[in-house]
Protein backbone atom coordinates (compact mmCIF):
# COMPACT_ATOMS: atom_id res chain seq x y z
CA UNK A 1 0.00 0.00 0.00
CA UNK A 2 1.63 3.37 -1.10
CA UNK A 3 1.91 6.06 2.19
CA UNK A 4 1.15 9.72 1.79
CA UNK A 5 3.22 11.67 -0.65
CA UNK A 6 3.82 13.70 2.46
CA UNK A 7 4.59 11.16 4.92
CA UNK A 8 6.72 9.73 3.24
CA UNK A 9 8.25 12.82 2.12
CA UNK A 10 9.58 13.32 6.10
CA UNK A 11 10.78 9.66 6.51
CA UNK A 12 13.23 9.64 3.07
CA UNK A 13 13.78 13.26 4.48
CA UNK A 14 14.59 12.10 8.11
CA UNK A 15 16.94 8.67 5.92
CA UNK A 16 18.78 11.10 4.03
CA UNK A 17 19.48 13.63 7.57
CA UNK A 18 20.68 10.25 8.87
CA UNK A 19 22.97 9.27 5.83
CA UNK A 20 24.52 12.47 6.15
CA UNK A 21 25.12 13.01 9.45
CA UNK A 22 27.21 9.08 9.57
CA UNK A 23 28.70 10.10 6.89
CA UNK A 24 30.03 13.47 7.77
CA UNK A 25 30.97 11.99 11.73
CA UNK A 26 33.53 9.96 9.82
CA UNK A 27 31.49 6.76 10.82
CA UNK A 28 31.85 4.26 7.68
CA UNK A 29 30.21 1.59 10.12
CA UNK A 30 26.89 3.80 10.74
CA UNK A 31 27.04 4.78 6.91
CA UNK A 32 26.74 1.05 6.01
CA UNK A 33 24.17 0.18 9.04
CA UNK A 34 21.92 2.11 6.46
CA UNK A 35 21.80 -0.25 3.72
CA UNK A 36 20.22 -3.30 3.44
CA UNK A 37 22.38 -6.76 3.64
CA UNK A 38 22.03 -6.92 -0.59
CA UNK A 39 22.06 -3.24 -1.59
CA UNK A 40 23.86 -1.80 -4.69
CA UNK A 41 25.83 0.91 -4.59
CA UNK A 42 26.53 2.30 -8.55
CA UNK A 43 29.25 5.27 -8.34
CA UNK A 44 29.82 6.59 -11.57
CA UNK A 45 33.28 6.53 -11.63
CA UNK A 46 33.46 2.73 -10.07
CA UNK A 47 32.68 -0.97 -10.42
CA UNK A 48 29.46 -1.87 -8.78
CA UNK A 49 29.73 -1.86 -5.27
CA UNK A 50 27.34 -4.88 -3.45
CA UNK A 51 27.06 -5.88 0.02
CA UNK A 52 27.59 -4.18 3.57
CA UNK A 53 31.33 -4.95 3.80
CA UNK A 54 32.18 -3.70 0.53
CA UNK A 55 29.71 -0.65 1.11
CA UNK A 56 31.50 0.14 4.78
CA UNK A 57 34.93 0.02 2.44
CA UNK A 58 33.86 2.21 -0.41
CA UNK A 59 32.47 5.10 2.17
CA UNK A 60 35.35 4.48 4.04
CA UNK A 61 37.71 5.21 1.62
CA UNK A 62 35.88 8.30 0.43
CA UNK A 63 36.25 9.71 4.40
CA UNK A 64 39.51 8.82 4.25
CA UNK A 65 40.32 10.64 1.23
CA UNK A 66 38.51 13.93 3.00
CA UNK A 67 35.17 14.18 1.44
CA UNK A 68 33.15 15.93 4.18
CA UNK A 69 30.32 18.20 4.66
CA UNK A 70 27.71 16.29 2.68
CA UNK A 71 24.16 17.20 1.96
CA UNK A 72 21.28 16.10 -0.09
CA UNK A 73 18.39 18.63 -0.65
CA UNK A 74 15.56 15.92 -1.56
CA UNK A 75 13.63 16.75 -4.57
CA UNK A 76 10.71 14.32 -5.29
CA UNK A 77 9.78 10.79 -3.08
CA UNK A 78 7.30 8.25 -3.82
CA UNK A 79 6.57 5.03 -1.98
CA UNK A 80 4.33 1.99 -3.55
CA UNK A 81 4.67 -0.14 -0.77
CA UNK A 82 7.49 -0.97 0.79
CA UNK A 83 9.79 -0.26 -1.70
CA UNK A 84 10.09 3.85 -2.15
CA UNK A 85 12.74 6.25 -3.82
CA UNK A 86 13.95 9.78 -3.42
CA UNK A 87 15.37 11.81 -5.92
CA UNK A 88 17.65 15.05 -5.35
CA UNK A 89 20.95 16.83 -5.25
CA UNK A 90 24.03 16.13 -3.55
CA UNK A 91 27.46 17.76 -2.08
CA UNK A 92 29.99 17.72 -0.69
CA UNK A 93 33.70 18.98 0.24
CA UNK A 94 37.19 17.24 -0.53
CA UNK A 95 40.70 18.79 -0.01
CA UNK A 96 41.66 22.39 0.34
CA UNK A 97 39.53 23.71 -2.27
CA UNK A 98 37.70 20.87 -3.76
CA UNK A 99 33.73 21.14 -4.27
CA UNK A 100 31.64 18.43 -5.36
CA UNK A 101 27.97 18.21 -6.50
CA UNK A 102 25.52 16.26 -8.55
CA UNK A 103 21.64 14.35 -9.25
CA UNK A 104 21.04 11.65 -6.49
CA UNK A 105 18.46 8.71 -6.62
CA UNK A 106 18.38 6.38 -3.84
CA UNK A 107 16.03 3.69 -3.46
CA UNK A 108 14.78 2.30 -0.07
CA UNK A 109 12.78 -0.92 0.90
CA UNK A 110 11.11 -0.69 4.10
CA UNK A 111 12.18 -3.87 6.20
CA UNK A 112 10.44 -5.98 8.68
CA UNK A 113 11.02 -3.78 11.49
CA UNK A 114 9.12 -0.73 9.70
CA UNK A 115 12.64 1.01 9.18
CA UNK A 116 13.60 2.73 6.03
CA UNK A 117 17.12 1.23 4.61
CA UNK A 118 18.74 1.55 1.04
CA UNK A 119 18.33 -0.92 -1.04
CA UNK A 120 19.94 0.50 -4.27
CA UNK A 121 21.95 3.67 -4.63
CA UNK A 122 23.33 5.92 -7.81
CA UNK A 123 24.28 9.20 -8.41
CA UNK A 124 26.22 11.10 -10.75
Same mark, same amino acid.
Given at each position: ???????????????NDGWNS???? +? %????????????? $?VLPSTH???????????? *??????? #??? %?HGIELV?? $????????? =? +?? *???? +? +?? =????? #??? /??????? =???? *?? /???? =? *? %?
Amino acid at each position: MAQPTENIREVLQKANDGWNSAFNS +G %NADAVAALYTPDA $VVLPSTHAFVRGTSAIKDF *WKELISA #GVR %NHGIELVDA $VAAGDIAYA =T +GK *WSAE +G +GE =TQRYE #GSI /VTIFRRE =TDGS *WR /VCLH =T *W %N
